[in-house]
């Protein structure tokens, strides 16, 4: 059966008291945008604690629900057939002749599931149930009837028409985007940055990022890489503005002038003091970093202590409290697994220590700050006149 109206079930957002039209219309935005590369015409739209997604033209279901699949707030995308409510026998046919067909040559069990939302509807919902049930033991020779523990769930909403449906897809779950202000992501080339931007987008926030790359030490490449994987958490959050930052003068320094098992300590430290400025001038509530308790030396608890304390801003790590593991899982489910493998160089591996500190001290780090003293106010204005920002959209 071809459907050409998906019913979409929103819960957290559907609580929001007063404030549940706000988080609506963000769901209806986010799903406008989300198809507008999907061929075929769409028309989305509040109804009754719903939202409704007509297509038209020339449309393809996978293609809509792949779509629809990549928007936060929807729990569950439901394909739904659509009838006018004409005489009640006619519904009961309809009725059945639906799961005839969604269900041809299954064996299932099934209960119904029918709802008076317009309750001037002449007959009970507990007479709709046994009606319906009747009616596609009728039609139907392979399936039988569990109200306690069914495989299929046969919805039947009553409307200004007749919703039904019993397939429900997942949708990602979460929060519309723009519903939470806007946090700025340091996204690198690797597998976590990317998984850290998604799980807090998946919150309602908007994402803006940063990359620092180091030409001639990293290459276009690197750079597009990056740009790629904007692209793909793009697709969940909205057009991402990518800020990116030439840092390798800021490196250079810091590597001709201090200790070498501090390198990468430091440095972390002065991407984080660039990402905070360029948050607050673009009205970012907070940093996003994929940074994981114990995963390599700069994310013990001590050099998380001595990065963070750079920033006054609230720094997000999502990724905090996961194994590597459990990052890639997302990574592949979310589909930016693939591009962060792909090997090109990173500004943190080209310029480290063969043994880095890893349980650094404030006052360690900043004695060796001190020594930047000199130079280091000039190179990060420098490097803050060369942010480029790239906007970048779902592809
Ligand atoms: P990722 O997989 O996200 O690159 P990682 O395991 O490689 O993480 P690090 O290289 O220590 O870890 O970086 C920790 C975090 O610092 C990253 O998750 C990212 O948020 C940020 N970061 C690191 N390098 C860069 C960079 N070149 N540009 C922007 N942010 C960066
Ligand atoms: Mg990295």
Not at 1 to 13: G, N, T, V
Not at 301 to 319: H, I, K
Not at 342 to 364: M, N, R, S
Request: with cysteine; hydrophobic share 40%.
């Amino acid at each position: 059966m071809r459907f050409d109206s998906y019913l979409i079930k929103y819960a957290e957002i559907g609580v929001k008291g007063k404030n549940r039209y706000l988080f609506e219309d963000a769901l209806v935005k986010q799903i406008r945008y989300s198809l507008r590369r999907t061929e075929g015409e769409f028309n989305v739209y509040k109804f009754q604690g719903r939202v409704m997604v007509e297509c038209s033209g020339d449309f393809d279901n996978d293609s809509v629900c792949d779509a629809l699949s990549h928007v936060f707030g929807i729990v569950g995308i439901c394909p739904v057939l659509v009838k006018e409510l004409t005489d009640y026998e006619t519904l009961k046919k309809d009725v059945a002749l639906y799961m005839k067909e969604v269900y041809a040559g299954e064996t299932i069990t099934f209960k119904s599931y029918a709802r008076r939302i317009d309750k001037n509807y002449p007959v009970l919902s507990p007479q709709m149930n046994r009606d319906f049930g009747e009616a596609v033991l009728a039609e139907m020779d392979n399936a039988s009837v569990d109200v306690h523990d069914p495989q299929v769930t046969l919805s039947v909403e009553i409307r200004d028409k007749a919703y039904i449906y019993s397939k429900v897809l997942p949708g990602p779950g979460g929060m519309p985007v723009g519903t939470a202000g806007k946090a700025m992501l340091l996204l690198s080339g690797g597998i976590d940055s990317p998984v850290a931007g998604y799980m807090i987008g998946k919150r309602g926030v908007t994402i803006d990022a940063v990359y620092f790359h180091a030409p001639p030490y990293t290459s276009e490449r690197a750079k597009q890489k990056v740009i790629d994987l904007a692209s793909l958490v793009a697709s969940y959050t909205g057009p991402i503005n990518l800020h990116v930052i030439n840092f390798t003068d800021i490196q250079l320094y810091i590597y001709e002038t201090c200790p070498h098992d501090q390198l990468t300590i430091i440095m972390r430290r002065y991407m984080m003091r660039i990402a905070e400025t360029l948050a607050l001038q673009s009205e970012c509530l907070g940093l996003i970093t994929g940074e994981s308790i114990g995963q390599v030396a700069s994310q013990t608890m001590q050099s998380l202590m001595v990065t963070g304390e750079v920033c006054t801003l609230p720094v997000y790590r999502p990724c905090i409290g996961m194994d590597k593991q459990e990052i890639i899982d997302i990574s592949e489910k979310i589909g930016t697994y693939e591009t962060s493998i792909l090997p090109y160089e990173d500004c943190c591996t080209i310029f480290v220590a063969k043994h880095p500190v890893t349980k650094p001290t404030l006052k360690g780090t900043l004695i060796s700050e001190q020594k930047l003293s000199e130079k280091i106010d000039d190179l990060v204005r420098t490097a803050l006149e060369t942010d480029e920002v790239i906007r970048v959209a779902a592809r």
